[in-house]
T-cell receptor, first 114, second 110 residues
Framework: EAEVAQSPRYKITEKSQAVAFWCDPI?????LYWYRQILGQGPELLVQ????????DSQLPKDRFSAERLKGVDSTLKIQPAELGDSAMYLC????????????FGEGSRLTVL | KNEVEQSPQNLTAQEGEFITINCSYS?????LHWLQQHPGGGIVSLFM???GKKKHGRLIATINIQEKHSSLHITASHPRDSAVYIC????????????FGKGTHLIIQP
């Protein structure tokens, strides 16, 4: 089955450091989502891309978070500086097909900020 | 914004028991999803439904549109079913308007 690749799987960092997560969605899929999932909660949308363009980043804390998808393929989510409250699972997903809510998720990147 | 509530939040049961997880939402939807998240973190889609009932192996999902309620049932539960089960609703526009519940943490003991 098609896969969404993410790295790293785990990241431990100290507060005020910079961290970056990478996602390679399903080949040819224009739409890409980054979600944040705090322990015990459901995923919350951070940013949505359509090709290289940001469609929705209303929930992205733009003072410290940034996301890009320069060539409309893989994407990077960056946090600088990291804060204790950023500890969470960061999930990347792309739709099974256009105009469907059924998503393929990556394995996620678990961030721990000390 | 749609409010999605799941119950119970945590559930521990013995192998072989019949499991029911509930999901309710506040606003009309175009579709509802049940997802499974194993301890490693990855999420997989189990069902997408907009009416009636769907069955896949030992899993059954039902939805009542009028009552804004869905249930996920597991028959003959097994320890490998231990996971977090997440309900998510679409309010139109595919995954753009997806709202997730907090999940139900299920543990099946041998």
């Amino acid at each position: 089955e098609a896969e969404v690749a993410q790295s790293p799987r785990y990241k431990i960092t100290e507060k005020s450091q910079a961290v970056a997560f990478w996602c390679d969605p399903i080949s040819g899929h224009a739409t890409l989502y980054w979600y944040r999932q705090i322990l015990g909660q459901g995923p919350e949308l951070l940013v949505q891309f359509q090709d290289e363009s940001v469609v929705d980043d209303s929930q992205l804390p733009k003072d410290r978070f940034s996301a890009e998808r320069l060539k409309g393929v893989d994407s990077t989510l960056k946090i600088q500086p990291a804060e204790l409250g950023d500890s969470a699972m960061y999930l990347c997903a792309s739709p099974r097909a256009e105009n469907t809510g059924e998503l393929f998720f990556g394995e996620g990147s678990r961030l721990t900020v000390l | 914004k749609n409010e999605v509530e799941q119950s119970p939040q945590n559930l521990t049961a013995q192998e072989g028991e019949f499991i029911t997880i509930n999901c309710s939402y506040s606003v009309g939807i175009s579709a509802l999803h049940w997802l499974q998240q194993h301890p490693g973190g990855g999420i997989v889609s189990l069902f997408m439904l907009s009416s009636g009932k769907k069955k896949h192996g030992r899993l059954i999902a039902t939805i009542n549109i009028q009552e804004k309620h869905s249930s996920l049932h597991i028959t003959a539960s097994h320890p490998r079913d231990s996971a977090v089960y997440i309900c998510a609703v679409e309010s139109g526009g595919g995954a753009d308007g997806l709202t997730f519940g907090k999940g139900t943490h299920l543990i099946i003991q041998p």
